[in-house]
């Protein structure tokens, strides 16, 4: 069955650093999502991409976030400069069109912010 | 603004049966969602429901939806020591490419 693959699982980063977490969505799927889990709350959607660009967004996506399909595959979210509170669990999804069944969900890459 | 609101631990001995509970806030919830996460892996989608449903069986998975209470529960009959998982419950306004509002997730335990 096809899947969500998102490097690194895990990425330990100082403050102040920038991030860039990665993923490669199914193949033939045309909507991209990013969401976060801060352990122990809830997962929480950051940002959906559509068509080479930003179709919608939660407050949580500031300017310190940004979104890229640098290439027919692959779909990254960097974080400029990080900070403590943004140590959580990422986790990218795609979705090939709207439909019923939601999305597929990547593993995730647990950031680590020291 | 919306919530959906889940017990946080459920525990059942094998051969069991499992009864997870999620309430949610928005009247305009279109699409309701159970999702599954075991330990080091992604969410994988288990089953989801549409709002003019009101039950939906797959295999051991039962969904009941109560339109009224906005009450969604995931029944799991016979329940297996790999059905031990983190299952979040989620909904949508509209289908596939909404943003998902999740709950915290229950984790179910179940005991040999």
């Known amino acids: 069955e096809p899947e969500v693959t998102q490097t690194p699982s895990h990425q330990v980063t100082q403050m102040g650093q920038e991030v860039i977490l990665r993923c490669v969505p199914i193949?033939?799927?045309?909507?991209f999502y990013w969401y976060r889990q801060i352990l122990g709350q809830k997962v929480e959607f950051l940002v959906s991409f559509y068509n080479n660009e930003i179709s919608e967004k939660s407050e949580i996506f500031d300017d310190q976030f940004s979104v890229e399909r640098p290439d027919g595959s692959n779909f990254t979210l960097k974080i400029r400069s990080t900070k403590l509170e943004d140590s959580a669990m990422y986790f990218c999804?795609?979705?090939?069109?709207?439909?019923?069944?939601?999305?597929?969900f990547g593993s995730g890459t647990r950031l680590t912010v020291v | 603004g919306e919530d959906v609101e889940q017990s946080l631990f459920l525990s059942v001995r094998e051969g069991d049966s499992s009864v997870i509970n999620c309430t949610y806030t928005d009247s305009s919830s279109t699409y309701l969602y159970w999702y599954k996460q075991e330990p080091g892996a992604g969410l994988q989608l288990l089953t989801y429901i549409f709002s003019n449903m009101d039950m939906k069986q797959d295999q051991r998975l039962t969904v009941l939806l109560n339109k009224k209470d906005k009450h969604l529960s995931l029944r799991i009959a016979d329940t297996q020591t790999g059905d031990s998982a983190i299952y979040f419950c989620a909904e949508s306004r509209r289908s596939g490419n909404t943003p998902l509002v999740f709950g915290k997730g229950t984790r179910l335990s179940v005991i040999a």
């Open positions: 193949s033939n799927h045309l909507y």
């Open positions: 999804a795609s979705n090939l069109l709207p439909r019923e069944g939601g999305y597929t």
